[in-house]
């Protein structure tokens, strides 16, 4: 069973920056792909980014490609979203997940292992 902990989102302004943390327990975190999600009010959960359980590979959104990054360290059980370039249309709870089933995956239903969310809110 895997038990995840988002952390590091905030109220920021258009163009800034920010990190994303996810902190990881209760299993062999290097065995689960991981991925990042992210919901706004009265839309469907979308997906952010992915990365495979080596960290060797990732996929992304197009809407984040070239802005978000996303990275992890088994070491330290915890996967990251640098979050570059802010605009106000990222605004949004942002949750990660794990699989142990999938290599990388951008559909919310290959995800077994879910967190609580971290608000992310961008003003313009």
């Known amino acids: 069973q895997l038990q995840l902990v988002e952390s590091g989102g905030g109220l920021v302004q258009a163009g800034d920056s920010l990190r994303l943390s996810c902190a990881a327990s209760?299993?062999?975190?290097?065995?689960?792909?991981m991925g990042w999600f992210r919901q706004a009010p009265a839309k469907e959960r979308e997906f952010v980014a992915a990365i495979h359980r080596s960290g060797g590979s990732s996929s992304y959104a197009d809407s984040v490609k070239g802005r978000f990054t996303i990275s992890r360290d088994n070491a330290k059980n915890t996967v990251y979203l640098q979050m570059n370039s802010l605009k106000a249309e990222d605004t949004a709870v942002y949750y990660c997940?794990?699989?142990?089933?999938?290599?990388?995956?951008?559909?919310?239903?290959?995800?077994?292992?879910w967190g609580q969310g971290t608000q992310v809110t961008v003003s313009s």
């Open positions: 997940a794990g699989s142990r089933m999938i290599v990388l995956g951008n559909r919310p239903d290959w995800y077994d292992y």
């Open positions: 209760g299993s062999t975190f290097s065995g689960y792909a």
